[in-house]
């Protein structure tokens, strides 16, 4: 069965600082990762995916993410936070050649001071 | 793209009542997909659309929920019998291809 382990519950970053949440993923094979960010009572928003080729993947809002099999991990990076970053960010592996379920994280919940 | 559409936003109602969700994807989605989100925690998947075949259920999915795509657009959640544990956010997702989901902003259940 695959999972996802965002191993950190809470971060707080200085505004400018630059941020990495991690999340590691439990799959049997090839999968498809996901980073997506919600704000409070709104739904999710994609950030950005891995399906293939290039282990290093750009997003939008200047976030990026690494694939790493060896590890089995897909952390989420941002050189420089903004104030507006606040949110909870979630982790989701899917079946690779498929279209069927995500299997999320517990999430992040990112705090930007000042 | 008009996005993904939920509604009602939010559904206040007493224990033992029925309540019924519905979701509008992305028009050119065959997709699509719905999550129960509760507090702290990522959303669970709970079924599975494509066009109007339901492919996949969870277990998650007691027989008081049921989840319909009538004509390959849009789709309803119905929960009968309503129990505390219900209370949550119900996400709704769809996609075409193999290509990330969308999501819609949620309805929000709370059971009196």
């Keep these: ?114 | 793209d008009t996005g993904v559409s939920q509604d009602p936003r939010h559904k206040i109602t007493k224990r033992g009542q029925n309540v019924t969700f519905r979701c509008d994807p992305i028009s050119e989605h065959n997709r699509l997909y719905w999550y129960r989100q509760t507090l702290g925690q990522g959303p669970e998947f709970l079924t599975y659309f494509q066009n109007e075949a339901q492919l996949e259920k969870s277990r998650l999915l007691s027989d008081r929920f049921s989840a319909e795509r009538p004509k390959g657009s849009f789709s309803t959640l119905e929960i009968q019998r309503t129990e505390q544990g219900d209370s949550a956010m119900y996400l709704c997702a769809s996609s075409t291809g193999y290509q990330p989901q969308h999501f819609g902003d949620g309805t929000r259940l709370s059971i009196l």
């Design chain 1, 1 to 114: 069965a695959q999972s996802v382990t965002q191993p950190d519950i809470h971060i707080t970053v200085s505004e400018g600082a630059s941020l990495e949440l991690r999340c590691n993923y439990s799959y049997g094979a090839t999968p498809y990762l996901f980073w997506y960010v919600q704000s409070p009572g709104q739904g999710l928003q994609l950030l950005l995916k891995y399906f293939s080729g290039d282990t290093l993947v750009q997003g939008i809002k200047g976030f990026e993410a690494e694939f790493k099999r060896s590890q089995s991990s897909f952390n989420l990076r941002k050189p420089s936070v903004h104030w507006s970053d606040a949110a909870e960010y979630f982790c989701a592996v899917g079946a690779a050649g498929t279209a069927s379920k995500l299997t999320f994280g517990t999430g992040t919940r990112l705090q930007v001071t000042l």
